[in-house]
């Protein structure tokens, strides 16, 4: 990390102000990431808020989390945009592509669109197909234990730098100390419970979307802004207000 | 262990395999009869017992039994709906699993009447995974051991495989079914992904339904037209298809 402060500075004076913006951000996404001691902490919402930090520090266009689910596949949680087509391209690489490769490997994976071509015959075109032409994954974990990955891309052609990666990685890191707590790294119990948790949130929202969806005549893209805006302005947590939407508490009527 | 979804998808198949049985046709609860005994061959447990509660939790009422392999593993939940508290209620009223490798720790934690109770029944370890398609579970898969410890990774990644199927044949199989249709009835292509679950909502609506019956109408609907619930969730959240018509 010093050393990609210093190389920065050294830079024009444009430049410094680039990176005096991107430290200003990255500040404030790492306090934001840390921040995760209230007791009602939503792991949708948190991990929406990596992914939209990501894309703003490091110049993804998108970027996703997918955690493991304790059945041997890779979910996708959270994205920086929610638009159905890119739910998509997240859940096919879930199968065979970067987040795998991170996820089995423990180690960050970048490719270009050609590279992709050879290594995910399945996924590569997909994302071609959807504008990106690097794709990469960063992957979620404190020491050994790898949770996930963090995907992000890009519609360009420039490969994230060494320096874009290593911030990748610190926020990844810190995102994970956050969201499995220091004790259930050494318990499998409480790591099962909390991946769990996550993935079965996410599960509601969708559902809650859905009804939405169909409640209020708008697409299920826009159902997930109507709960986020509900969530923020009733000072809620996301699934909460997917629960109660599911259950039928909240009723539709009061989206509108 | 996680290698991507095609190992999910082959834990499952191998599972749905297992599970077929010899005859041509087959009942819920022989089924489930044989889920509980192969988790219990494989797992190293005491016993296994698919758990039914009504959705409403309430402390004290049971909805059955089903598939006890061990007479201790039935006790252990009429334990539970006794003393109103234990993994299995707290497993199905959160929708979450609640994995307790040793029930003797939890005398002076979260059961302080229920976990003595069981280590007195000479039970020492529950791992309670919950039948849910949404926040309210349906019942629970619950295992359990004489001694103390923690699933291995892959014995927990089976009983979570396990678990969805048991949701899914709770959920969706009909009063009796042809055992050569089972396999269909029970795959799970495509139905982890994010559209399968928006369609579900969708049709919890039309229908004004919980999510749980709207995700077996879905399911039948699959097995009726020979689709798979992928490609008919995406109909449903395209507006090509609707449930209420």
């Keep these: 990390m010093a050393e990609v402060s210093s190389t920065e500075a050294s830079g024009t004076e444009a430049c410094g102000t680039e990176s005096e913006s991107r430290e200003a951000l990255l500040v404030h996404s790492f306090v934001r990431l840390a921040d995760t001691l209230a007791d009602d902490f939503d792991v949708v919402e948190f991990l929406h808020g990596l992914s939209v930090d990501s894309v703003r520090i490091l110049g993804a266009h998108t970027a996703g989390v997918m955690l493991a689910d304790q059945r041997g596949s890779l979910r996708l949680i959270a994205s920086s945009e929610e638009r159905t087509q890119t739910l998509d391209l997240f859940e096919i690489q879930g199968d065979k592509g970067p987040c795998a490769d991170a996820f089995g490997s423990g180690r960050t994976v970048q490719a270009s669109a050609d590279e992709g071509r050879i290594r995910w015959p399945e996924f590569a075109p997909v994302a071609s197909q959807a504008g990106f032409r690097v794709v990469c994954a960063v992957p979620l974990q404190v020491h050994r234990h790898v949770i996930g990955a963090l995907n992000l891309f890009r519609g360009t052609d420039e490969r994230f730098s060494d320096s874009d990666l290593e911030i990748a990685q610190a926020m990844a890191q810190i995102a994970t100390i956050a969201l499995i707590q220091e004790r259930a790294l050494r318990q499998q119990t409480l790591l099962a419970e909390q991946l769990e948790r996550a993935l079965r949130s996410r599960i509601v929202i969708e559902q809650a979307k859905g009804m939405l969806a169909e409640y209020l005549k708008v697409s299920v893209d826009d159902a997930f802004q109507l709960l986020r805006v509900y969530a923020r302005s009733h000072n809620r947590k996301l699934t909460a207000v997917a629960t109660g939407v599911v259950d039928r508490e909240i009723r539709s009527s009061e989206f509108c | ?245």
């Design chain 2, 1 to 245: 262990m996680l290698d991507g979804g095609r190992s999910a998808l082959h834990r499952r198949a191998r599972i749905v395999a297992a599970i077929v049985g010899s005859g041509a046709t087959a009942g819920i609860g022989a089924l489930l009869n044989r889920l509980c005994r192969l988790a219990v061959d494989e797992m190293t447990l005491s016993g296994c017992t698919v758990v039914l509660m009504s959705q409403t939790v309430q402390m004290g009422t049971f909805g059955s039994v089903e598939g006890g392999a061990g007479p201790r593993a039935a006790t252990l939940a009429e334990l539970q709906f006794a003393l109103g508290e234990g993994p299995c209620i707290q497993a199905c009223a959160s929708s979450m699993p609640v994995l307790v490798p040793d029930l003797a720790v939890e005398a002076a934690g979260r059961w302080p009447m229920f976990a003595p109770a069981a280590v007195e029944a000479g039970i020492r370890a529950e791992f309670s995974l919950p039948l849910s398609v949404g926040p309210r579970g349906i019942g629970t898969f619950d295992l359990c051991r004489d001694e103390p410890g923690m699933l291995t990774g892959e014995q927990l990644a089976d009983a979570f495989t396990a678990a969805d199927i048991a949701c899914d044949a709770v959920l969706s199989l009909p009063e009796t079914f042809g055992n050569a249709d089972l396999a269909r009835l029970l795959d799970g292509t495509g139905a982890d992904r994010l559209v399968v679950h928006q369609a579900t909502g969708m049709i919890a609506a039309q229908l004004d339904e919980n999510v749980s019956n709207a995700l077996a109408r879905l399911r039948a609907a699959g097995f009726e037209t020979g689709r798979s619930i992928y490609d008919i969730a995406r109909d449903v959240v395209a507006r090509r298809v609707r449930f209420d018509g």
